[in-house]
Structures are given as structure tokens and as C-alpha cells.
């Protein structure tokens, strides 16, 4: 079977049961982390025919962490809307 890179989104991956690796939430947060600081950089592998994960559970529990850490509503003070820049200060 030839191997072939693809994106594919992150809802569409699905942890393979039979998965003997058990990651903490600690563990998954540290690559999190790393993953904000320095990007992606190392793929997953999927089975093409079941979407299951064949190798890297982690890493895509990881971007799932960060995917909704993103979407929470931001901290009491700081604009309502996360994609519309807060509206302080004044232009020249």
C-alpha cells in the first residue's frame, strides 16, 4: 500500500481502541504546548479504509487540547469577539 500525505480534518481521525499507550492530560498538554510554541512538525498515520489512528493518539489529542482552548470564551475585560481586534485607543 503506497503511503501518500493528505490533510484531513481533525474530526475525522478516530483513536484506534485497540491503542495500548494510555496518555495523562499532563502529558498531552506538554505537547500542546510545544506544538503552540513551535508548529506541527511531525505527522500522523492513518489508516486510509477506517480513518483509525495508526500511529500518533497524542499528537492528535494535543490539537484537539489546543482546538478548544481556542474556542473558549475569552476572560472576563478582553473583547467579546476573539476575531475582531479590541476596540481601545485611537487612530492618527
Known amino acids: 500500500m503506497?503511503?501518500?500525505n493528505a490533510i484531513i480534518a481533525l474530526?475525522?481521525?478516530?483513536?484506534d481502541p485497540r491503542n495500548p499507550r494510555v496518555h495523562s492530560?499532563?502529558?498531552?498538554?506538554?505537547l500542546a504546548d510545544r506544538i503552540a510554541a513551535v508548529g506541527f512538525t511531525?505527522?500522523?498515520?492513518?489508516?486510509e479504509e477506517t480513518g483509525?489512528?495508526?500511529a500518533g493518539h497524542?499528537?492528535?489529542?494535543a490539537l484537539r487540547y489546543l482546538r478548544d482552548e481556542l474556542h473558549q470564551a475569552?476572560?472576563?475585560?478582553l473583547e467579546a469577539d476573539w476575531g475582531v481586534p479590541?476596540?481601545?485607543g485611537s487612530w492618527d
Do not use: F, M, T, Y
Open 2 to 4: 503506497p503511503i501518500r
Open 11 to 15: 474530526d475525522d481521525l478516530h483513536e
Open 25 to 30: 492530560a499532563v502529558n498531552v498538554r506538554r
Open 42 to 47: 511531525s505527522p500522523v498515520l492513518v489508516v
Open 52 to 54: 483509525k489512528l495508526a
Open 58 to 61: 497524542r499528537r492528535v489529542l
Open 74 to 77: 475569552p476572560p472576563d475585560g
Open 86 to 88: 479590541a476596540r481601545v
